[in-house]
């Protein structure tokens, strides 16, 4: 069973618009929850490091939430740009290694 | 470069045949690890590199799969007797040695591979 669960699979959201990609992890013990975005044919690029403590971190218009106690983190994109299209990625080392999720991909619209 | 390089970019392979993917990590960063992402899945782990540490093969589908690493520098996979489930895209990331979870890892845009 994968350690880290994203949802939704996909969502379709208007350029100017904002919305929330939810990750929920069973990796333990924690160290740090890493939000990626993936550009299509691309490698996945880091958009945040979230560790214990942190509970908020923005990024520009990327904003990610930590609840360390219920294990869930979000990431909320705000006045979506066509350019935020993309996969994002939830990522929980487990020592050396990395779980990922499947991710969400995100499409905005003109 | 700055970043991480793969080669090549795309493959196209006929069921059976071996295949080299190669991987170009950042300099000076010690640690190198192989994923697969399948179409529409997470990406799984398949080998990492440390150094000159014994790897870590764990994630290795089958004995088809094997990679080298020559030092902290390029490394290389092989797909022998390529099968269709072979078809993904796999990507290769470096870090070097840090606290929280072996450091940041900086991914190489991936080779697709496509076994016809």
């Known amino acids: 069973k994968n350690q880290v669960e994203q949802s939704p699979q996909s969502l379709i959201i208007l350029e100017g618009k904002n919305c929330t990609l939810q990750c929920n992890y069973t990796v333990s013990p924690f160290s740090n929850l890493r939000w990626y975005k993936q550009d299509t044919g691309r490698g996945p690029v880091s958009l945040t490091i979230m560790t214990f403590s942190e509970n908020t971190k923005s990024n520009g218009r990327y904003t990610a939430t930590l609840d360390a106690d219920t294990k869930q983190s979000s990431l909320h994109i705000t006045a979506s740009q066509l350019s935020d299209s993309a996969s994002y990625i939830c990522v929980v080392p487990n020592d050396y290694k990395l779980s990922f999720g499947a991710g969400t991909t995100v499409t905005v619209r003109a | 470069g700055a970043g991480v390089s793969q080669s090549p970019s795309n493959k196209v392979t006929e069921k059976g045949k071996d295949v080299e993917l190669r991987c170009d990590p950042i300099s000076g960063h010690t640690a190198l690890y192989w994923y697969r992402q399948r179409l529409g899945q997470g990406l799984e782990f398949l080998i990492y590199f440390q150094g000159n540490s014994a790897p870590d093969k764990s994630g290795l589908p089958s004995d088809r799969f094997s990679a080298e690493r020559t030092g902290e520098s390029v490394s290389t996979l092989t797909i022998q007797r390529t099968q269709q489930e072979d078809s993904a895209v796999y990507l290769c990331?470096?870090?070097?040695?840090?606290?929280?979870?072996?450091?940041?890892?900086?991914f190489g845009p991936g080779t697709r591979l496509t076994v016809t």
């Open positions: 990331a470096s870090s070097s040695p840090g606290a929280g979870g072996g450091g940041e890892q900086y």
